[in-house]
Nanobody
Framework: QVQFVEFGGGLVQPGGSLRLSCEAS???????????MAWYRQQAPGKQREVVA????????DYVDSVKGRFTISRDNAQKTLYLRMNNLKPEDSATYYC??????????WGQGTQVAVSS
């Protein structure tokens, strides 16, 4: 089993920056280092989570068009922590952000997420 704890969200003005972190733990957390991981966001309860950014175990990254050039995904050397650096935030980036495996078949239970609110 793997558990995720996401943190680093908050209220920020348009154009501001935040850095989100996701820490993995549990009896099988070592699997995270071998898995392509992603940040997801859910903009309203009941709305589908969308992939915002993903990173392979070798470090290759991909982003949804709406965040390209503004967000950067990374993972630490021990690969137990996932990061999302968000610059030039826009109101439409407001959402609850989660981390999990990129592949549907490999996903573990969702964490509680971290809320990001972009407003003046």
């Amino acid at each position: 089993q793997v558990q995720f704890v996401e943190f680093g969200g908050g209220l920020v003005q348009p154009g501001g920056s935040l850095r989100l972190s996701c820490e993995a733990s549990g009896s099988a957390f070592y699997l995270v280092s071998m898995t392509s991981m992603a940040w997801y966001r859910q903009q309203a309860p009941g709305k589908q989570r969308e992939v915002v950014a993903s990173i392979t175990n070798s470090g290759s990254t991909d982003y949804v068009d709406s965040v390209k050039g503004r967000f950067t995904i990374s993972r630490d050397n021990a690969q137990k922590t996932l990061y999302l650096r968000m610059n030039n935030l826009k109101p439409e980036d407001s959402a609850t952000y989660y981390c999990n495996a990129l592949a549907v078949s490999l996903r573990w239970a969702w964490g509680q997420g971290t809320q990001v609110a972009v407003s003046s």
